[in-house]
């Protein structure tokens, strides 16, 4: 039985930092592509960075994020790591995480909130 279960959504101040962890279990970890979504309230779910299999994978991020978040993997442990810094308002959203490209699963979603 797949599973990915989300930590580490929190409310946080514009400006703030958080860190996202995504646990896996049920799969062989090492051999998927992990990616990152989110979806605000009334918008579509969008990418938000992706990692490509195997250790020190290439990485792609969405453009609102380029040079704040950084994804990251831990094969040995089954988790995907998604650090946020210089956090804005409009990265409000759930967070999903995603594995693989055709044959996916997904998270249940864990709450960011950026608001003063």
């Known amino acids: 039985q797949v599973q990915l279960v989300e930590s580490g959504g929190d409310l946080v101040q514009p400006g703030g930092s958080l860190r996202l962890s995504c646990a896996a279990s049920?799969?062989?970890?090492?051999?998927?592509?992990m990616s990152w979504y989110r979806q605000a309230p009334g918008k579509e779910r969008e990418l938000v960075a992706e990692?490509?299999?195997?250790?020190?994978?290439?990485?792609k991020y969405a453009d609102s994020v380029k040079g704040r978040f950084t994804i990251s993997r831990d094969n040995a442990q089954n988790t995907v790591y998604l650090q946020m810094n210089s956090l804005k308002p409009e990265d409000t959203a759930v967070y999903y995480c995603?594995?693989?490209?055709?044959?996916?699963?997904w998270g249940q979603g864990t709450q960011v909130t950026v608001s003063s």
């Open positions: 049920g799969l062989t970890f090492s051999t998927y592509v």
């Open positions: 990692i490509s299999s195997g250790v020190g994978g290439s990485t």
């Open positions: 995603k594995a693989g490209r055709w044959n996916v699963h």
